[in-house]
């Protein structure tokens, strides 16, 4: 049972920088692919970004790129996601999740892709 569980979220001022977790048990992830996706209150869940476990390729969505990245950390099992230049509209619930992929991996901003969900965890950016 892939089990994904997020922490680090919280408040930060525009222009501040959050780091995010997911920590991830339950099964050997090296044809998984790890992402993090996003809920603002009112909105569908949108793709940040993606790394694929076995060779660390990333993607990231347009609005996201430059600001944020993601990266993992096989010996803990974590899939990271650090965050710069945070703007209020950066507000959200952001998720952890996964999917295996058969060789070779491709990496998917299609959240019906993802089979495996973290709970969440807040990010609130005050200006």
């Known amino acids: 049972q892939v089990q994904l569980v997020e922490s680090g979220g919280g408040l930060v001022q525009a222009g501040g920088s959050l780091r995010l977790f997911c920590t991830a048990s339950?099964?050997?992830?090296?044809?998984?692919?790890m992402g993090w996706f996003r809920q603002a209150p009112g909105k569908e869940r949108e793709f940040v970004a993606c790394?694929?476990?076995?060779?660390?390729?990333?993607y990231y969505s347009s609005s996201n790129k430059g600001r944020f990245t993601i990266s993992r950390d096989n010996a803990e099992r974590t899939v990271s996601l650090q965050m710069n230049g945070l703007k209020p509209e950066d507000t959200a619930v952001f998720y952890c999740?996964?999917?295996?992929?058969?060789?070779?991996?491709?990496?998917?901003?299609?959240?019906?892709?993802?089979?495996?969900w973290g709970q969440g965890t807040q990010v609130t950016v005050s200006s």
């Open positions: 999740a996964a999917y295996e992929a058969k060789p070779p991996v491709t990496l998917t901003t299609f959240r019906e892709f993802y089979d495996y």
């Open positions: 790394i694929s476990w076995n060779d660390g390729r990333t």
């Open positions: 339950g099964h050997t992830f090296s044809n998984y692919v």
